[in-house]
């Protein structure tokens, strides 16, 4: 029989007139109807490298498992639907995602980039693409005039990410998108601390928003995977191409993970954000914390815009605990919260920028931009927020 990848007719309502089904509704069902040679709930796991042909240029839809996959183009209608694109491609993690991106650029094109960027987004760029004649400019995406006086005629990409990481710096992704359009640059938004839950950048502008799925849309520290989703067909059908030709394709089993993690991403993120609020108040209160950045925070200077521009706030947040040793001595005390590269799982998880996900910036570049060897970032999980709160008192008692 042949495998149905519409998605449900309810979600496409909008279209129709009808109510637009709720966001919650939206992740378990947008591309989530079930399987239809058997009925299963849960779409299957199609773990195959080809399929069967009937004759000479006679099949289903599908030839072979880089090109197609039908989990994984589930998940990719799925994602469609929640960054409101026209379509979505995924890829073997979040940098590969990125690489696939970066692929709308050729030699002599020139990239705005924030400084507060992803380290291995900043090691992509720098070490890799850069061999490749392509020029990039790291600024505060946080200062709209300096995104302007590094915008130049030779510009073709603006690499966003809002809020940053790991000092939550916002990027006013509307005003941006105006700016970036203006010379005909592609405008991309990496949405992987917020997710769609909080914010959609397509809505707000920009053309292609990417994820490293890793992060809150899988939502349990169980899979590595990336996600590119466009605003227009045209670059839908070039991250197509580009998918199934360098071939950094998801896997049957992340592809599902991911689509089972986005089921749940409302009522995971109802408690992260409610469990974030809570810490960084009660961090910003502390007497052993220097400064807490957390959008959430009346004290954050973007607060304002993180109210117009996102839904919430999020879990996401880093502190200052003024030199690398008492940060050393904070982390190795935590009990319940875990010392860990990656966020946006369950479980809280707290990382040292400065010696692991930015440990590729140049030190002098890192600490001009907030990332000090004192900086603490922490992924705040979905445990009950007074055990959270317990842990990071002892801990802090050890400075
Ligand atoms: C904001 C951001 N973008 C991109 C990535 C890269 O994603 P991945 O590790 O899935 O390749 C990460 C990873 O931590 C990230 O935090």
Redesign the pocket.
Known sequence: MAIELETKPDVKAAETGKKTPGFSTLCIHAGNAPEPATGSVTFPIYQTSTYVQEGLGKHKGFEYARTQNPTRMRLEENMTVLERGAGARAFA????A?TAISTFLKQGDHVVCSNMT?G??YRYFTKILAKFGVTFDFVDTADVDAVRRAIRPETRMLHL?SPT?PTMRLADIAVLSELGHRVGAIVVV?N??ASPYLQTPLELGADIVMH?T??FLGGHSDT???MAIAKSQEHVDWLGFVQNSSGAILSPMDSWLVLRGIKTLVVRMERHEQNGRAVAEHLARHPKVRIVHYPGLPSHPQHALAKKQMRGFGAMMSFELGSFENAGRFLERLKVCSLGE??GGVETLISHPASM?HGSIPEEERNRLGVTPGLVRISVGIEDVDDLIADLDQALEAI
């Open positions: 993690s979040g940098m590969a990125i992803y291995g987004t990410e990481n990496d992987t601390f490293s890793t992060k590595v995977g990336g990656s966020l996900t």
